[in-house]
């Protein structure tokens, strides 16, 4: 059986937010017992974890980490070619992900105790997100 819905985010701040109980919920409702989730985000300013729960700074720590490695061009006012505005988006958009998929067991995430699904936020001006999940299972 294969269950598949699109569902409309509101906007975000920027950084990570916690979607756990909202996939779980959908999970539910779906009647799948056992299979396969896939999430896609459809869009390249934000992208979708799997993260550590236990403790809300690792969660912080990886965002910052991540946008260390590639920094947000929000701030940029001076720009002497336009394209180049779009190169740290695009830095980070390689090392990002907009699909994640888990399995699914007993009609429940079967992710790790101490593991969570995050929305994270790239960008300073956030938008109405739409995320579709896909789920293969019976």
Sequence with gaps: MVFQDTIKL???DKGATDITDLISDIIHESKIKIGTCQLFVHNSQ???LINDTA???TKEQTVDFLAQLAPSSDGITDI????MDAIPENM???MS???VSFPINRGRL????WQGIYLWEKTSQPENRKLTITIIGE
């Design 55 to 57: 403790d809300e700074s």
């Design 110 to 113: 079967a992710l790790g105790i």
């Design 80 to 83: 002497i070619d336009q394209s």
């Design 10 to 12: 509101s906007p975000q």
């Design 46 to 48: 934000s992208c979708l």
């Design 92 to 94: 980070r958009n390689a």
């Design 97 to 99: 992900q907009t699909t």
